[in-house]
């Protein structure tokens, strides 16, 4: 049987910058990333893939914003805004990965699930939201914006600068995970998941109630992976490897580091909260449940870092 691989796509790498931010743009940087996913397969690998859409949400939300205020449409809440872009994403990957398939003569099919991912209505996050969305801002734009939008809560991500943060739930089940291993076995090429999901609080017995919330998209990957029962987890970012001493002039890439030796570097804060961190502590997520590895790299690297040419590989010793 082949080894079963959940890729996740960071929805930062769907938009390289602010001049470059169009829905065609997203498609060609779509159609690079499913190149890396269709040599996995085409090297018999089984693959499901997930993705982010922090910049996608913010847009949406944006939209939403301005059509309210300029025409009066009603607005969207911010879960329908999850939605949408799950959807119109996951409808990018699906045609570039089965038109990338048609083109090197591999019959394989492609199929997204719109997943609904259970949260708890008492989480922390509701009142402490860290998940950022839409686009990058400098210090003074950022400033325009919290006295536009008095709610707004916004913070600094990673040394590039200012965004919007909202609630960040925990991911506590997969609702269509049964859906998803289906069409696993039926041999397709699945792409679940998208932007951590659609987040749902549970009503009663297999009822549910949407709520607003952006969950993180490398813990709703982490929580598949357990669940559909993965070999191999990547997460995809915008470096080739993991560094330590981020942006100082003893920084370090690493290769290859075990989950003892992990955990000593998040004690240590060499992983920056809302950018690396989550991705790190999904991966340990992933391993303390049955998962045998974790690598993460950038999309162009895949290929290479699943025959340890590339990436950092967190393992269990």
């Known amino acids: 049987m082949s080894k079963l691989v959940i890729v996740a796509i960071g929805g930062n790498s769907l938009v390289r910058d602010n001049g470059r931010d169009t829905i065609q743009d997203q498609y060609e940087a779509v159609r690079e990333t499913v190149v890396n996913i269709a040599d996995m397969v085409q090297e018999g690998y089984k693959v499901v893939v997930t993705h982010g859409n922090g910049p996608q949400v913010g847009f949406a939300m944006q939209r939403v914003e301005i059509a309210n205020e300029v025409r009066g449409m009603p607005t969207i809440p911010l879960v329908n805004c999850v939605a949408d ?10 045609q570039a990965l089965t038109n990338e398939f048609a083109k090197r003569g591999i019959k394989k099919k492609v199929a997204s699930v719109i997943t609904q991912v259970e949260v708890s209505k008492d989480d922390p996050n509701f009142l402490n939201p860290t ?3 839409g686009s990058f801002f400098t210090v003074e734009q950022a400033e325009v914006m919290k006295t536009e939008h008095p709610d707004w809560i916004m913070i600094e991500d990673s040394g590039r600068g200012y965004r919007r943060v909202v609630p960040s739930p925990k991911p506590i089940d997969i609702v269509e995970k049964d859906a998803i291993k289906s069409l696993i076995d039926a041999d397709y090429v ?3 998941v998208g932007g951590g999901g659609i987040p749902v609080v549970k009503t009663g017995d297999n009822t549910y109630d949407g709520i607003d919330a952006v969950i993180d998209k490398d813990f709703a990957t982490s929580l598949l992976a357990e669940q559909v029962q993965a070999e191999t987890l990547i997460i995809t970012t915008g470096v080739s490897r993991v560094c330590i001493n981020f942006g100082k002039p003893d920084q370090k890439a690493l290769e290859k580091i075990t989950v003892e ?16 961190l989550p991705k790190i502590e999904a991966s340990l997520n992933f391993l303390d449940n049955n998962g045998s590895r974790v690598i993460i ?4 690297s895949l290929k290479d870092a699943m025959n340890e040419k590339a990436g950092t590989h967190i393992i269990k010793a």
């Open 85 to 94: 872009t799950q959807g119109g994403i996951g409808y990018q990957i699906q």
């Open 131 to 133: 998940k950022p969305v």
């Open 190 to 192: 699945v792409i679940a």
């Open 261 to 276: 030796e992990t955990k000593q570097y998040i004690a240590e804060n060499h992983f920056a909260p809302g950018s690396m």
């Open 297 to 300: 790299t950038n999309p162009e």
